[in-house]
T-cell receptor, first 111, second 115 residues
Framework: DAKTTQPTSMDCAEGRAANLPCNHS???????VYWYRQIHSQGPQYIIH???NNETNEMASLIITEDRKSSTLILPHATLRDTAVYYC????????????FGTGTRLQVTL | DTAVSQTPKYLVTQMGNDKSIKCEQN?????MYWYKQDSKKFLKIMFS???????INETVPNRFSPKSPDKAHLNLHINSLELGDSAVYFC??????????????FGQGTRLTVV
């Protein structure tokens, strides 16, 4: 699976949009981009995933560049409860399906 | 209803003991996983089972033995516990690749402390 690079930490004011970038320059054609988050002491939580088109769900939006070498997770109106470590993961399709977690981005939402 | 549940949530035990962690999922998934999160917060996969068959076995000491009695359960047994086994262990489940990839659901973790 391709490696990802994320900033170590970011701050965001409550109510503002949080934009979390991820670089995955070695991504291959059948690899999906996944985002998970881990709120302190809890199990990782799925947020969103995509292949090449932009995606939106009730939690977030995922913007993938046309060359697929980078993506951005957008939390449109961050709240204090969104404070967590956010993981960008590139995962290949296949019968052995595992998530390879990196160090992620620690997002701190402040008042 | 909890989708992926692990028991116990906390486990404190002495070195050399044998312990088990249980995991159950009620999502109808066919694949289950064990992940380990160490003190530096790195999350790493240990095992994966698909329809009770072992499909992923990362470099894990033989003292760790997963057992899957059915698709909804994946237990982790650890023999001769060592200090370095102290970590948070997460169980997860998902559908296997079916042409459109799907997300994994994680349990709340079992914090194992070996003293």
């Amino acid at each position: 699976d391709a490696k990802t690079t994320q900033p170590t930490s970011m701050d965001c004011a409550e109510g503002r949009a949080a934009n979390l970038p991820c670089n995955h320059s070695t991504i291959s054609g059948n690899e999906y981009v996944y985002w998970y988050r881990q709120i302190h002491s809890q199990g990782p939580q799925y947020i969103i995933h995509g292949l090449k088109n932009n995606e939106t769900n009730e939690m977030a939006s995922l913007i993938i560049t046309e060359d697929r070498k980078s993506s951005t997770l957008i939390l449109p109106h961050a709240t204090l409860r969104d404070t967590a470590v956010y993981y960008c993961i590139v995962k290949s399709a296949g019968t052995a399906s595992k998530l390879t977690f990196g160090t992620g981005t620690r997002l701190q939402v402040t008042l | 209803d909890t989708a992926v549940s692990q028991t116990p949530k906390y486990l404190v035990t002495q070195m050399g003991n044998d312990k088990s962690i249980k995991c159950e999922q009620n999502l109808g998934h066919d694949t289950m996983y064990w992940y380990k999160q160490d003190s530096k917060k790195f999350l790493k996969i240990m095992f994966s089972y698909n329809n009770k068959e072992l499909i992923i076995n990362e470099t894990v000491p033989n003292r760790f033995s997963p057992k899957s009695p059915d698709k909804a359960h994946l237990n982790l047994h650890i023999n001769s516990l060592e200090l370095g086994d102290s970590a948070v262990y997460f169980c997860a489940s998902s559908h296997m690749w079916t042409g459109k990839d799907t997300e994994a659901f994680f349990g709340q973790g079992t914090r194992l402390t070996v003293v």
